[in-house]
């Protein structure tokens, strides 16, 4: 409870420039990405966006895979488009988390997910999400990567990269 709001009030009040910030959306903010960004342009160097991911067969949070999800996708497509030094994903991310074909062979292998202790894990959410129904951001990025769209990432990752961070207003 009160957790963007305690969120929001933490990145405003931080002394660096380089804050990003990722946002999962879910049934209760799936129709706010266009607010979002214009909410946090400005105050954040970049935004990018991954879907809630169950832990449950039935979780009330999960956008299934399909017409809305496709919706907010093509929102995200345009918003993209729109300002595409801002929005972090790719395009090619977006369009891998259309469907969940791609959690078939999770590349959650790329990335060392720890536990709190330290000690390894298979997934960055830990063994009880339910894998098809994955909406994690950077697992759809590298999967798409590897499927073919590794250009445009190794792009997006060298302008992060070399490019300096803008001063915060």
Known sequence: RGSYRKTKRNILSCPHDGVFLNMTLNTLNMREPASLVDEWKGKVQKISFGFHTPW???????????KARNEVIDELLRLKKKDP????????????????????TCPAWFLRALDSSGRPK???????AICGKCGV??????S???GGEML??????????????????
């Open 152 to 169: 445009e990432w190794v792009k997006n990752m060298t302008n992060l990269l070399l490019r300096p961070n803008p001063k915060r207003p």
């Open 137 to 142: 951001d950077c697992y759809a990025g590298i």
């Open 144 to 146: 798409s990567a590897l």
């Open 85 to 104: 030094d801002f929005i972090f994903n790719t395009e090619g991310q977006l369009r891998t988390m259309m469907t969940g074909s791609w959690t078939k």
């Open 56 to 66: 449950k067969p039935r979780d009330p949070l999960w956008i299934p895979f399909g």
């Open 122 to 128: 298979r997934c960055a959410l830990g063994d009880t």
